[in-house]
């Protein structure tokens, strides 16, 4: 039974995207949304020789909609088309490269303070509403603001074109089919499957979780315990990343027998969680569905990339510029991905504050140095 074109809207405006991904006619719907640009339309309209009515860009979009949906296969084809054809331009105007060697300027992935995603939230937390002198306030722009907005600055555009890069690769395969305009929960459908795809590594927190759940103390407590049976000195009142990264150094400094001993425990106690992760995928996936951010919050089908380097997990934010590793990888996986059963990507997730349960496609692509 066809489905109206306000029956698609309402359930993409209230994030109820399950049935898209099982549905030639969703799938039908997020491809024409994806062409609803001014200038990507009226180009898209003058190679089929479409006239439209409708006048204003909404209507243009339910009309399209009401065309493609009357001749699905026909449609199918001919958008496929266009995309293609345009997703060739973006990736030839893509100067993969010197991109590449932009990317490898960044030196340290240091976001510069604790907002989690809001910068805005932050400054206005730690220094509008807590600091009433003026003096102290401009005090704090050359050391602590300036250092926070520029790690910020740094980072999120060293994430946002690693990610166009990455996306690149995987638009550039035969099953790929990338949307032209952006479109909220989708950047690419994989064989007409739509999926947004993330890019994270081994969180932290997780491997905090996962620590917790096998009774093992957490990282910077054991490391702390340990520089003191060893007689190794720390700034107490610096914040937990510093305290981490001091203790580890020095410790790799010391070299002693003992010393390298706590460095191994640690790393081979995250390998454990890491191989058993690698078994069990839709575990992270779960995970990370469950502990996003509240401001980002979505539960549309999500392909996770998730990067490890084993010799040193911090500096896994490397790999995602790190192309030789990359592209085999993805291509693949992609390669391989007709093999797969849709029904075995399916998760269900809760989110806290919220009472329903939510479903999603989804898949965990790992690549490990």
């Known amino acids: 039974m066809k489905k ?46 479409i006239e439209l009515e409708s006048t204003r860009l909404g209507d243009q979009f339910a009309e399209l909609f009401a065309r493609f949906a009357a001749k699905p296969n026909i449609s199918n084809n001919m958008l496929d088309s266009f995309i293609e054809a345009k997703n060739k331009q973006q990736i030839a105007a893509l100067d993969e490269k010197q991109l590449v060697s932009e990317l490898y300027k960044l030196k340290s992935f240091d976001w510069g303070g604790d907002y989690q995603n809001s910068l805005d939230k932050y400054l206005v937390s730690r220094y509008v509403k807590a600091i009433q002198s003026y003096d102290t306030l401009i005090s704090k722009f050359d050391k602590e603001i ?38 909220k929960y989708v950047d690419f459908f994989i064989n007409n499957v739509p999926f947004d795809l993330k890019v994270t590594y081994l969180p932290a927190e997780f491997v905090k979780a996962e620590r917790k759940n096998r009774g093992l103390p957490v990282e910077l407590t054991y490391l702390k315990q340990q520089a003191r049976l060893l007689g190794i000195d720390f700034d107490k009142n610096a914040p937990p990343s510093d305290i981490y990264y001091e203790i580890s150094e020095k410790l790799k400094d010391n070299g002693s027998k003992a010393a390298m001993a706590v460095l191994d425990k640690l790393r081979n106690e995250t390998m454990t969680i890491l191989k058993e992760v690698l078994d069990e995928p839709k575990k992270l996936a779960k995970w990370l569905y469950e502990n996003q951010g509240e401001m980002r919050f979505g539960s549309e089908n999500r392909l996770f990339l998730a990067l490890v380097d084993t010799n040193d997990f911090s500096g896994s934010w490397k790999l995602k510029r790190n192309l ?42 790992f690549i490990v140095k």
């Not at 999120?156 to 638009?171: A, D, T, V």
């Open 4 to 49: 109206s074109f306000e029956y698609w809207k309402k359930l993409h405006a209230s994030e109820q995207l399950e049935q898209f991904s099982n549905d030639r006619e969703g799938v039908l719907w997020l491809k024409t949304k994806s062409i609803i640009r001014k200038d990507i339309l009226a180009e898209f309209l003058s190679q089929n020789s």
């Open 146 to 183: 300036h250092t926070a907005v520029q790690g910020y600055v740094l980072n999120s555009w060293y994430n946002h074109w690693s990610s166009i890069l990455i996306e690149h690769i995987f638009k550039s395969h035969k099953i790929v089919l990338p949307t032209v305009g952006q479109i």
């Open 324 to 365: 030789d590793l990359l592209k085999p990888a993805i291509q693949n996986y992609l390669d391989n991905f007709s093999k797969k059963k849709i029904s075995d990507l399916k998760v269900s997730f809760t989110y806290k504050g919220r009472t329903q349960t939510f479903s999603a496609l989804t898949d965990v692509l």
